[in-house]
């Protein structure tokens, strides 16, 4: 089992910035890609960002060039840097884990965390 707990939502005005942070606990040595995905309301969930072991990243076509993936493995801890915020942009941020164990694939989430862009 992985946990996954989300951090530094809030609210923020256009233009601004904040910082996500998911912090994966348990069993941590198996997972190869971690991300972040979002839920708008009425809206389906979708990826925003993805990082894998060997640091490959990957993002959705909105968000690039203002959001940041990145990992700290001494932490145990991902996060998403979001820059330029836009109303658009408010939805509740999931953190995910992939792990792979005896050729199955476990996908984990966390409990999300609000992200309010306003004025």
């Known amino acids: 089992q992985v946990q996954l707990v989300e951090s530094g939502g809030g609210l923020v005005q256009p233009g601004g910035s904040l910082r996500l942070s998911c912090a994966a606990s348990?069993?941590?040595?198996?997972?190869?890609?971690m991300g972040w995905y979002r839920q708008a309301p009425g809206k389906q969930r979708e990826l925003v960002a993805t990082?894998?072991?060997?640091?490959?990243?990957n993002y959705a076509d909105s968000m690039k060039g203002r959001f940041t993936i990145s990992r700290d493995n001494a932490k145990n801890t991902v996060y998403l840097q979001m820059n330029g915020l836009k109303p658009e942009d408010t939805a509740v941020y999931y953190c995910?884990?992939?792990?792979?164990?005896?050729?199955?694939?476990?996908?984990?989430w966390g409990q999300g965390t609000q992200v309010t862009v306003s004025s």
């Open positions: 995910t884990a992939f792990r792979q164990s005896l050729k199955v694939v476990y996908n984990y």
């Open positions: 348990g069993s941590i040595f198996s997972i190869y890609a």
């Open positions: 990082i894998t072991s060997d640091d490959s990243t």
